[in-house]
Structure formats: C-alpha cells, structure tokens
C-alpha cells in the first residue's frame, strides 16, 4: 500500500501548476492522497515569498507540522517553490522533519528524490541548483487526476512555457527564487498542449512570468511569442487558448495583433501595470511610463474591441505620495480594469527596493490599499452589471461551490474568463456538463460572478 501525500500551495498559479504535476507524478507511483495534514506520511509545502506575509505563513505550517509529528516519527515533509529556494539549507537545519527541500528548477526531480528520503529515513536532501535549461518533467497527465480545490476543471488547463525572469524589478524576489529565464523548446510545449487537446482540454492558459519575453534566450530555439501563440492556437480542437503573465515593456505589436488575427485566442489580457505614477514606475524599474501603458491598451482595443483587461497593483512602494497614488487611481478610472490583484509594498530580501527611502508607512498603505479596492470593486461591479442580458458561450468545469436548496447550481467560464453559475431545478438537471461549452443567457451580476441561464440549442 503506497504511501499517503498531501500538498499545500501558496501563491501563483505557476506553483499550483507545479502542485498538481507533483501529485500527478506521485499518484503515477502508487502514492495514494490523503484527506489532510492529519493522516499524511508526507506534507509538502509549495512555498511563496512575493512578500513577508506568505513567508511567516510558511514558517508557521512547519511550526504545526513539528507538533503534528512529534508523535508519527515515520511522517516527514518537503518545502517546494520560492522559500524553499531562499531559505532550502536552514529549513533543513531548523526543522529535522524536513527531509527534503527543492527549488523550482528541482522540481522535475523531486518525485524520485521522495522516493529516496521515503526509503531512507535519516535522510535529507537539497534540490536547490537554478538550471541553464528549462526542466522539462515526466509527463504525468495521463495518472489519475489529484483532488485539489485549486486545480483547473477538466477541460481547462495551464501549460507552463519558461521558468524564471530576467527583469529585476526593484520590488520583485522572482528572478533570485526562480532564476534567470529560460524559455522551454517550443516542440515540448506544442506536445504537450496535443496530450492535454487528446486529454479533453478545450481552454489552454500559456503560462510563464512574463510570456512575452518567451524565446529570448536560447530555450526558445529562435521562436518568439507571437508565433509560439499561431503555432498553439492552429492545434485542432483547441477551443479557446489564453496566457499569463504578460509585462508591458515587451509586448510585441504582433501579440497585439494576435487578438484581432487568431478567433480563439480569448478576449482577455492580465497586464500588470503596479503604478499610475511615472516617477514611482521609474523607481520599480519597470521600463514603461503610463503614456506607453495607455497605448498599448488602445492598440488591444482597436484589435479586439471587447477585450477584458486585469492587472497588478502595488500601493506603498518607497517614496510614492499621496500624489503618486492619485495618479494610480485616475489610471484604473481610465482602463477600467474589470479585475485586479492588489497589495502593500513589503520588503523582500535582496531586492533593490530594500534600500530605497522614505518607507511608506502601514497604516497609509493600508488606506491606500482600501481606497483603491473599494474603487476596483465599483468598476468590476458596473462590468459585470453591463453583461445581463448578454449570450454567452460558457465552458462548464463543475458543480458551483455555492448550491442552493431544490436546485443543482453549475459552474462555467465565458471567453473573457468571467465566472458564471446556472442553476438547474433539480428535475432538470442535465448530464454531466463538466468540459461542455453551452449557450447561456446572462440573467444577473453578483460581486465577483454572472448568474445565467440556459439559452436556446444545443442543450
Ligand atoms: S517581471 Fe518583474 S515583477 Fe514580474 S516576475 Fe519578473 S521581476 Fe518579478
């Protein structure tokens, strides 16, 4: 009877990717799931260190993780992802159950190296090495699916095409916990995306730190995004292909085009912007001003009129006045993005920012951080007000989180990536519709979601 595992994913949809091919990969090897922390013999903890916060996270799991174990010597973890490659020999040091820790170009390797500290119990081992190629992984896909809240329904999915970045952005840890950035061969992304196509998988998120930078360096073998971009969206029976993250300093006019050129390419863009200030922009080193930001949105627009724009915010970076912020403000009533991740400044170790004066401080940040949501949530809630009545084509992935007495509630994403639940009464439930995509009437806006209802054929 194999051994029981657990993962806990903080952070990126990079690490979750990452998570679900681990537990693909140790369910391929007769490791079975647990339910929880509780009854596992091994918990990993897929780690993210964008800012304090998820770090002491970390450090607490272990904390509860130690106690768990006192009594179950023979149960153990491993620490993955981006704290893991900052901190990998001192974890080992200051928690002995942790018999393993890898980084994230040691990922592809981690399910034989569990197989060794799980056969050698004194054991521990250190995957912490960055690559000069991307590491391409045992193709899992095709084991038994892991059971996780977070994993892509089944006719979704997300395929990584790098690893790392090259940019240094003054706020960022990324480029020191995932390297520098190394493209994959387009041949292995182009192969996977056929295996995922031959799996079911209708909708295909591309996936990197910054995609458009994707083929220059040498992994990409000379292609760059936007073919990488033809090339997938040509596959047969690939009904709707998307891509994260983006960063404007290098999204090429040919990217652009692709929205207006390539019918299955969704009308959707994440690009983070972090600052509506110049000056603020500057200190980041993000290598953009608000005047090009603007233009590159104008550009998608007149490509892809209905184009939905997400972006990153980040309110607090050292030296930013109240004037700064204003600016942010008057830049998201401008685009009006219809969604945005948003934080506080925190410093991270190592980056430029840390020596960067005046600090802004918590309570202003966190003001900040209040207004601009409370703006953010006005925008979203008069988008998604302005699609009732609308007729939408949505890909169903599942039951809704949320149901209803007397009803059986479905889950769906339309082109935009908008979610969308349609309530079925309970005499008429259809067949599974996990992986259909179905014509539904847009009857009502919640905060963050679309109700809908069936519309015309085929049902
Ligand atoms: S582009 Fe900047 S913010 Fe994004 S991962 Fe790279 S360094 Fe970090």
Request: aromatic share 8%.
């Amino acid at each position: 009877m194999g051994k029981r595992f657990y993962i806990v994913t903080f952070g990126c949809q990079m690490n979750v990717n990452d998570s679900d091919w681990l537990s693909r990969a140790l369910l391929a090897r007769d490791w079975r799931e647990a339910s929880g922390e509780d009854d596992a013999d091994l918990v990993v903890l897929n780690t993210c260190s964008v800012r304090e916060k998820p770090e002491q996270k970390v450090h607490s799991a272990l904390g509860r993780l130690g106690t768990l174990f006192r009594d179950r010597p023979e149960a153990f973890a491993a620490v993955g992802g981006c704290v893991a490659q900052q901190l990998g020999p001192e974890l080992l040091r200051r928690y002995p159950f942790v018999r393993l820790v890898f980084g994230t170009d040691g990922i592809a390797e981690t399910p034989n190296a569990l197989e060794q500290v799980a056969r050698e119990p004194h054991l521990q081992l250190q995957l912490l090495d960055f690559l000069k190629a991307y590491p391409e992984r045992e193709d899992a896909w095709d084991g038994p699916a892991a059971e996780h809240e977070d994993s892509p329904g089944p006719a979704q999915c997300f395929v990584n095409i790098m690893q790392g970045c090259d940019n240094f952005c003054a706020y960022c840890i990324v480029p020191y916990t995932r390297g520098r950035q190394k493209s994959r061969h387009p041949e292995a992304v182009l192969r996977e995306c056929r295996r995922q196509i031959a799996r079911g998988v209708r909708d295909i998120t591309l996936l990197g730190q910054n995609v458009n930078s994707y083929g220059q360096d040498p992994g990409g073998a000379g292609m760059g995004f936007a073919e990488l971009l033809h090339a997938v969206a040509a596959l047969p029976g690939l009904e709707r292909l998307r891509f994260t993250t983006s960063h404007p300093k290098d999204i090429a006019p040919e990217v652009v085009r692709a929205f207006g050129e390539l019918p299955n390419l969704c009308p959707h863009l994440h690009l983070p912007l972090q600052s509506g200030s110049d000056a603020v922009l500057r200190r980041m080193g993000r290598k953009y001003d608000t005047a090009r930001y603007l233009g590159i949105v104008r550009d998608l627009q007149e490509a892809r009129p209905d184009i939905v724009l997400g972006t990153d915010i980040i309110v607090g970076f050292p030296g930013e006045t109240d004037e700064d912020f204003e600016q942010t403000l008057e830049m998201m009533r401008t685009v009006r993005f219809e969604s945005s991740f948003s934080f506080k400044y925190s410093d991270r170790p190592g980056v430029a920012a840390v020596n960067m004066k005046p600090k802004v401080g918590s309570d202003v940040a966190g003001q900040r951080l209040a207004r601009l949501q409370e703006l953010q949530n006005e925008i979203t809630s008069e988008a998604l007000k302005s699609r009732v009545g609308a007729l939408e084509t949505v890909l169903f992935d599942g039951p809704s989180k949320v149901q209803s007495p007397g009803a059986v509630h479905w889950r769906g994403r339309d082109a935009a990536g908008r979610v969308v639940n349609v309530p079925f009464a309970s005499s008429q439930i259809p067949s599974d519709l996990a992986g259909k995509m179905m014509p539904v009437r847009i009857m009502e806006a919640k905060k963050h979601s679309l109700i809908g209802e069936k519309a015309g054929e085929p049902w």
